[in-house]
């Protein structure tokens, strides 16, 4: 990060309750422009919203710690701010790369590399070229390494949500709300992919909490002036039809939808509170149909573990041409 090719910069660090040595190397860095906070562990939403509150910066960009920016990364990014000055999320291409820092192969946006599969593919958003209606379908940014945005969005946005799997997508949807995506068609960011990833351990809370995010996000977003006149009206219910995934869970998904979540911002933070009975009634029938197997979480029947995998494979498959 302090390696970039823009020099003005100030980089904030915080050490979420680390196990390891991370913050004897950090003090042997004597770099002014590193400010260093550690703090208990409380999640990645809240060493992201702390360093945010931190920083000073016109502009804001997430690092997590498994991930690298390309030398030239934040100079691109400037590049797309100067010239489009109302610009909210800014991000680009990614390089994936394993454990060991080996290149699997590059994510164009929602190109490649999908995170599920779906039935025809051909006839949902990922077959367009509109970044915000593609967003309804996946979290194609993929990490928050992969975000920038002003600052004076992130106080008009708020703070990221206390989800655990899904906190990236939220946000992401969010700013695109208040205003345009920008994409950078260039691997500027590396994103490192193991068997410690977070989304791999635990299915059915990771299906609630994309189920939450497309119960509150969907009627937002569809409800805004204009999406349904950017297509002809049937061309745009047909991709809606085959964009929206739910893992074969879509009596959860139309009862989240009853309650009105995009209306009630409170009844929403509510369903992410561990202690919420009403949460818990959601998890137990996700994970009573996942262990009945009554419910196939993908088209091709992978299981959400194998998901990640299936993409990946995907990618090496490209890289290798074929």
């Known amino acids: 990060m302090l390696g970039q090719t823009i020099t003005d910069l100030e980089l904030v660090v915080v050490d979420d309750g680390s196990t390891d040595n991370s913050l004897q190397v950090l003090e042997n860095i004597t770099d002014p422009r590193l400010q260093v906070v550690a703090q208990e562990n409380r999640g990645a939403h809240a060493a992201i919203n702390g360093g945010l509150d931190l920083a000073s910066g016109r502009y804001l960009a997430i690092l997590n710690s498994d991930d690298a920016f390309h030398p030239q990364r934040l100079e691109r990014i400037q590049e797309v ?15 994936i790369v394993d454990s060991a820092g080996k290149p699997l192969g590059v994510k164009h946006g929602y190109e490649d590399c999908p995170p599920w599969l779906l039935e025809q593919p051909e006839r949902s958003f990922r077959a367009g070229f509109d ?24 106080y008009q946005v708020g703070e990221f949500l ?18 345009p995506s920008y994409l950078i068609p260039e691997p500027l960011v590396r994103y490192r992919v193991h068997g410690s990833n977070t989304i791999r351990e635990n299915p059915a809370a990771m299906i609630f909490e994309i189920l939450w995010i497309l119960a509150v996000h969907l009627p937002q977003h569809t409800a805004e002036t204009g999406f349904f006149e950017a297509q002809a009206l049937d061309k745009r219910i047909d991709q809606l039809l085959y964009s929206i995934y ?8 139309s009862v989240m939808l009853l309650q009105r979540l ?3 911002p409170q009844a929403a933070l509510r369903l992410l509170d561990p202690n919420d009975a009403v949460r ?25 573990l194998a998901i990640a995998k299936a993409g990946l494979k995907k990618v090496r498959d490209r890289t290798r041409g074929r």
């Open 81 to 95: 701010f100067a010239h489009h000055p109302q610009a909210g999320l800014v991000g680009s291409h990614i390089q």
């Open 131 to 154: 970044l915000h209606a593609a967003l309804l379908t996946e979290n194609y940014w993929s990490t928050t390494s992969n975000f920038a945005f002003r600052r004076e969005l992130y």
């Open 162 to 179: 206390p989800l655990r799997y899904t906190h990236d997508w939220d946000y992401a949807l969010r700013l695109a709300q208040a205003a």
């Open 246 to 253: 739910a893992f074969g869970m879509e009596r959860v998904l």
């Open 262 to 264: 995009d209306a009630d």
């Open 280 to 304: 818990e009634r959601y998890l137990d029938f996700l994970r009573r149909a996942l262990a009945d197997n009554t419910s196939s979480v993908s088209n091709a029947g992978l299981s959400p």
